[in-house]
């Protein structure tokens, strides 16, 4: 029997719920980063009912088995990067802050940290109490290479309601004083740029805008977990944050371009953009 043995590949764990519908959730962590070329590694925090109509329902991970699956996976299979995305609670996220500490993940560390604030629904809701966005800004975020709200996070998290790029600037500022090395701050839910969608990074000192184009579609669930672990693949692969983000931008591009209906609600986007149709190639 022949054998082949391969070069292992960047090594990225997502800290993430569960999604049923498959659109977003570690199910997109894992799409988006094989996409990417990375070897995806899981530690579930929640697992959720859902479908492409909405979440029904949430049950937490147990806070100190979340710990456990960093911690193991760390100890032997090594890490280049880490990205998280919901954490269902502040016990968790505490949970998460500690393992991280144990592991060598986030600033100062080897290991560098992606910080994705899941904290709002779809449609803006408040998904998480109000003791787990404490927990965010005080465990998490000054151990994070790079925050990447979208702004319905942005005002739950330091009030700011944005609605133009003025406020999209005042917004990086404040988080940013939570002490993570970078902000981004996402500009797809400013429904005041017609044409165009504008994230903005910030590093404490200066700004860099990255524009992209706005599509026409309802089809985007699931963008904001492909977009960041577009950039913990990039961080993974020995990329700067800013071209990380720049990587992790024009990934997310595409894949809303390629987005597609799922269900009666909204649709995922897609990494299928990214991957070579080799079963077009019919079967030797």
């Not at 995806?40 to 479908?51: E, F, K, R």
């Not at 899941?118 to 109000?130: H, K």
Request: charged share 20%; hydrophobic share 45%.
């Amino acid at each position: 029997m022949e054998r082949t043995v391969g070069a292992t590949p960047p090594r990225v764990l997502t800290i993430a719920g569960t999604d049923s519908g498959g659109g977003a959730g570690a199910a997109a962590d894992l799409r988006a980063m094989a996409a990417c070329g990375v070897h995806c590694c899981v530690a579930v925090t929640a697992v959720t009912v859902q479908n492409s109509l909405g979440v029904s329902g949430v049950h937490p991970v147990p806070p100190e088995t979340v710990a456990a699956q960093i911690e193991t996976v760390a100890a032997d299979i090594g890490l280049d990067a880490v990205k998280t995305g919901m954490l269902a609670s502040a016990a968790i996220i505490e949970a998460v802050a500690g393992a991280c500490d144990r592991s060598g993940i986030g600033v100062g560390r080897p290991t560098p940290l992606v910080v994705d604030p899941v904290a709002a629904s779809t449609y803006g809701d408040q998904l998480l109490p109000d003791d787990a966005l404490d927990a965010f800004r005080a465990l998490l975020f000054p151990r994070a290479t790079l925050i990447t709200p979208n702004l319905d996070e942005v005002r739950l998290l330091v009030g700011v309601d944005v609605h133009d790029r003025a406020a999209q600037y005042d917004a990086a500022v404040l988080l940013h004083r939570f002490g993570s090395r970078y902000v981004l701050v996402k500009g797809g839910h400013l429904r005041e740029d017609l044409d165009s969608c504008v994230d903005l990074l910030y590093d404490g000192r200066t700004f860099v805008e990255l524009p992209g184009p706005r599509f026409d579609t309802g089809d985007t669930h699931g963008s904001g977990d492909n977009m960041a672990s577009a950039i913990a693949s990039g961080l993974a692969r020995g990329l700067s944050v800013p071209e990380a983000v720049a990587l992790g931008k024009r990934y997310v591009v595409e894949a809303v371009r390629h987005s597609y209906p799922l269900g009666a609600g909204h649709g995922p986007v897609s990494p299928l953009w990214a991957v070579r149709p080799w079963w077009e190639d019919g079967v030797p």
